[in-house]
């Protein structure tokens, strides 16, 4: 463009006020997109905005939907905290927190929509907090939100789309770890071809507004105008502005460019408008959710002094595991690292550094001696993920001094070896099912006295090799299992034939050091309701890891039983937790048989840790959070060595 026709379109953009300062109307314009200001998002949300939008977004009825949908979609958590970007004056802050959500807060540009949000968050005195503040350069700290929403078709307002990447990115950032972003946005390829060129419509009965539409000359944006007028006083506003177009495509390669992963579309959204009339960018939405998955910032690499230093010990990414359906850790396995990571992290005087490269790992453990206090071990897969080798960790650790959560390697290695325990367990008066122990060399098998039966591998961990098909009711159906353990075990391990209880399954947690400072938790048990009725009730390897498998939606619940049947429980499974030296914390898997009496299965010494496992839900029955969980094992062990608070 030369400088003169420069000039001259300068003098036609600053021509929408007069020498008074009082707004004019431009009439008839063949180029909309030649007065859209770089940052009209700047100036336009004001008063008038809520005024010519308030179909949409002073609609209680439609907000309520909105958030109603959206909370569905990402499966919100009252602790969930959550950021509104882009939040205009605050509709759907204010809905999620009158629903009871509390770590809320909006942020947007406008100062005027901020102070509307503020106002009205005092008035119904909730505590959502309100800033004002650039999308493209975020207030917050890294990791900080479990939940990032843009929504009410607030994203692409930049002229550039690199601005749009940077707010993504920003998004990314201050996301913690499987993190989610939502973004509700108006669905481009729909609006391209059926936008409105031209309307008009009362705002109530003294304003109007009449608008004008077109596509910018690379068809990538929607170019509007609004010419605002009062009855009595003529034209108020004559303004411009554009959005961006985005496909569904094109919003699939900036998340992706920005990080994200696991993006999902949700359909379509559109209000559904008591006035019925010109919808504009808000007509036909697009809802689309992703995940950030990526590591927590490392705050600083330094061993601080005023803190206690602790190595948290854990199985090896980057290794196969045979134990998991796909031989290698999954999502599933980093989001659950991830929840560990995030929940040690509010744990106050404590800095944890984290090891899980099991090449390097004695090397790494040798350079940190004299530096750290004490290690935190939840490699509960084993060393090189080997369920083998899961006593070598604290061996290790014996080796090179160190304390050291959980049990030792001679009670690691009492518990692998079922019939072992079996008979500790006899010696202690505790109750025991009736069981068959098939060494090796056993080329007959003695039949049981008893069916039904389970069959299973004497040495295992995760329920590794039991699923439904080990469960017999005849001496054909338990040859055939124990040919399929052979076959895949081998032949020079035990299999142990145990009498099949049918009451109910439990399991009972123990944090602490019997018999002075300890918890006993709640007892837990599995819920068969949703399961077949021809399908026998166990919670085996199917339950555990097979998603397909209809013991997937099996579900734990607390377990409603006897006095006299907790207390043979809980005094038997501290008397097992002292023999076998357990340390810190342990759990214990008990069956009742058709009679209500309950039975000795197993001991777990270095139970699963995880988020949503069955220690952790127990302690939830007890009203201690998954933090608080992993906070009293950390003390358990402290008391234990002596180390200071």
């Known amino acids: 463009m030369s400088e003169k026709s420069n000039n001259h379109t300068t003098r036609k953009k600053q021509s929408t006020r007069n020498i008074n300062n009082k707004p004019i109307c431009l009439g008839p314009i063949a180029d909309l997109e030649e007065y859209v200001k770089k940052d009209w998002w700047k100036t336009i949300f004001n008063a008038y905005y809520l005024k010519t939008d308030s179909d949409v977004v002073d609609d209680e009825l439609i907000t309520s939907e909105e958030v109603r949908v959206f909370s569905d979609i990402l499966q919100l958590k009252p602790e969930d905290h959550i950021l509104d970007l882009c939040c205009g004056q605050g509709r759907h802050s204010i809905e999620l927190s009158k629903k009871g959500y509390e770590n809320i807060e909006g942020l947007d540009r406008s100062h005027y929509l901020i102070q509307k949000a503020r106002t009205t968050a005092r008035k119904f005195g909730l505590m959502c907090k309100f800033r004002e503040g650039d999308a493209r350069k975020l207030l917050y700290s890294t990791d900080s939100f479990d939940i990032i929403m843009i929504l009410g078709n607030s994203f692409g307002y930049f002229e550039s789309i690199n601005d749009d990447l940077r707010v993504l990115k920003e998004v990314s950032r201050v996301l913690k770890p499987w993190g989610k972003i939502l973004i509700d946005i108006t669905d481009g390829t729909y609006l391209r071809n059926n936008f409105q060129p031209r309307s008009w419509e009362w705002i109530d009965k003294n304003y109007f507004v009449c608008r004008e539409r077109s596509l910018s000359l690379d068809k990538q944006r929607l170019i509007s105008r609004e010419v605002i007028t009062h009855v009595n006083r003529g034209v108020l506003v004559d303004q411009f502005y554009a959005e961006r177009l985005y496909s569904i495509e094109e919003i699939t390669e900036i998340l992706e460019k920005a990080g994200f992963s696991d993006i999902t579309f949700h359909g379509n959204l559109k209000p559904n408008s008591q006035k019925d009339q010109d919808l504009g960018m808000m007509e036909r939405r697009i809802i689309v959710s992703a995940v950030v998955k990526k590591e927590w910032t490392q705050k600083s690499k330094r061993l601080r002094a005023v803190d206690k230093n602790v190595v948290v010990l854990l199985g090896d990414p980057h290794k196969p595991d045979i134990l998991k359906p796909s031989t290698v850790f999954d999502d599933d396995d980093f989001y659950t690292i991830t929840q560990l990571k995030a929940a040690l992290q509010e744990l106050k ?57 959980g049990s030792g390697p001679q009670c690691l290695a009492f518990c692998y070896d079922k019939s072992l325990v079996r008979g500790i367990a006899k010696d202690l008066n505790v109750p025991v099912p009736e069981a068959i122990v098939v060494k090796p060399t056993d080329k007959i098998i003695d039949l049981p006295l008893y069916f039904p039966a389970i069959v299973k591998p004497n040495y ?127 759990r214990f898997d008990w069956r009742l048989d058709s009679e209500g009496n309950p039975k000795l299965l197993e001991v777990n010494p270095n139970p699963g840790w995880c988020w949503d496992g069955h220690l952790a839900k127990m302690a939830k029955y007890q009203g201690m959070s998954y933090r608080e969980m992993l906070q009293n094992i950390l003390d358990a062990a402290e008391k234990r060595y002596g180390i200071e608070k």
């Open 460 to 586: 295992g961990d995760s329920s590794y090799g039991i699923t439904q098909n080990n469960v017999v009711f005849n001496g054909e159906e338990l040859l055939n299992a124990v040919r399929d353990i052979r076959d895949r075990f081998g032949y020079n391990n035990s299999i142990l034939i145990e009498q099949y209880l049918t009451g109910k399954d439990l399991t009972i947690g123990i944090i602490g050091n019997p018999p002075y400072n300890y918890i006993v938790l709640p007892i837990l048990e599995e819920d068969y309701s949703s399961l077949p009725a021809d399908l026998p009730k166990i919670c085996g390897y199917e339950a555990k890891w097979l998603p397909d498998s209809p013991y997937w939606n099996l579900k734990s619940i607390k377990a409603e039983l006897e006095p006299e049947t907790v207390q043979i429980i809980e005094s038997c499974s501290l008397k097992l937790f002292e023999r076998l030296e357990c340390r810190d914390y342990a």
């Open 349 to 405: 005087g404590y800095n944890f550094l984290y090891i899980d490269n099991h090449d390097t790992l004695i090397q790494e453990l040798t350079k940190l001696k004299g530096k750290i206090d004490y290690v935190f071990n939840l490699c509960d897969e084993g060393y090189y993920n080997d369920a083998n080798k899961e006593l070598h960790i604290p061996a290790i650790l014996d080796v090179l001094k160190y304390p050291y959560t």
